[in-house]
């Protein structure tokens, strides 16, 4: 059900779905998937787009340009759309030894090292909550490159992530995105 922005909102998810795919379940890791993320979250990604705040090169290219005509009531409307879609189901990525890394690495973080558990804030199944994105069942391409790019601080709310991430390797990296692939 939409309200308010919800014309627009209604034509627009045509021109999402080009890119991140029917009902936000996209099929490249070139495109994030938006189904199931919580309302707070995409709304919060679109005004930092919209503002251009959030300024990965491909962001830049591809999201400034579409959120720029986007009323506050619309991204809501598109914001409420996508966090009820069902989402892209788990896609087993890489060997059940990587899985098992990642999957350690998301549950308890690594202790004394100042990486925490990711599921404290994304939620015990990744589901996320809040400002805090779903990360299950996302390409695990795109979160590989989301854990690298928040050093670059490319993301103003990236803040909390800037800090988890600086002590992780390239290869926890490449483990908990692909364990996050999966769920
Ligand atoms: C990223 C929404 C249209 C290409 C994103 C993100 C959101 C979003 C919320 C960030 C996802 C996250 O942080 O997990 C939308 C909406 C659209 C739309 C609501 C329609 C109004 C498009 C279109 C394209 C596109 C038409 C392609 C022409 C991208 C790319 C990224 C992105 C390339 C980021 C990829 C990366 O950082 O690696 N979009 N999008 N989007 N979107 Fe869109
Ligand atoms: C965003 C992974 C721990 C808070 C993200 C994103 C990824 C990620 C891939 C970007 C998702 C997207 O663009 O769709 C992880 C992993 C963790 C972890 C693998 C454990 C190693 C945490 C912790 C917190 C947290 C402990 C809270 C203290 C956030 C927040 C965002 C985020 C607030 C959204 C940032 C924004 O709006 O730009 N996380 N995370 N994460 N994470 Fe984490």
């Avoid at 890119?19 to 379940?25: F, S």
């Avoid at 390409?139 to 590989?144: F, S």
Wanted: glycine share 12%; hydrophobic share 40%.
């Amino acid at each position: 059900d939409m309200n308010g922005g919800t014309d627009i909102a209604r034509r627009a998810i045509h021109v999402c779905a080009a890119c991140h795919g029917e009902g936000g379940r996209s099929a490249s890791a070139a495109y994030p998937s938006l189904a199931g993320q919580p309302v707070q979250y995409t709304a919060r990604q679109l005004k930092d787009f919209r503002a251009q705040q959030r300024a990965e090169a491909d962001n830049k290219a591809y999201m400034w340009g579409v959120s720029a005509l986007l009323d506050d009531d619309t991204i809501q409307a598109l914001a409420e759309y996508y966090a009820v879609q069902a989402p892209a189901p788990g896609r087993a990525r890489g060997p059940d030894r990587l899985l098992k890394e990642g999957r350690r690495l998301f549950e308890d973080g690594v202790p004394g090292s100042g990486i925490r558990a990711c599921a404290g804030c994304h939620g015990e199944r990744a589901e996320g909550a809040a400002g805090f994105p779903r990360l299950a069942g996302q390409h695990a391409d795109y979160l590989e490159r989301q854990l690298k790019g928040f050093s670059t601080r490319l993301r103003p709310h990236g803040v909390l992530m800037r800090a988890e991430t600086a002590g992780m390797s390239a290869q926890q990296m490449k483990a908990v995105a692909a364990y996050l692939q999966s769920l």
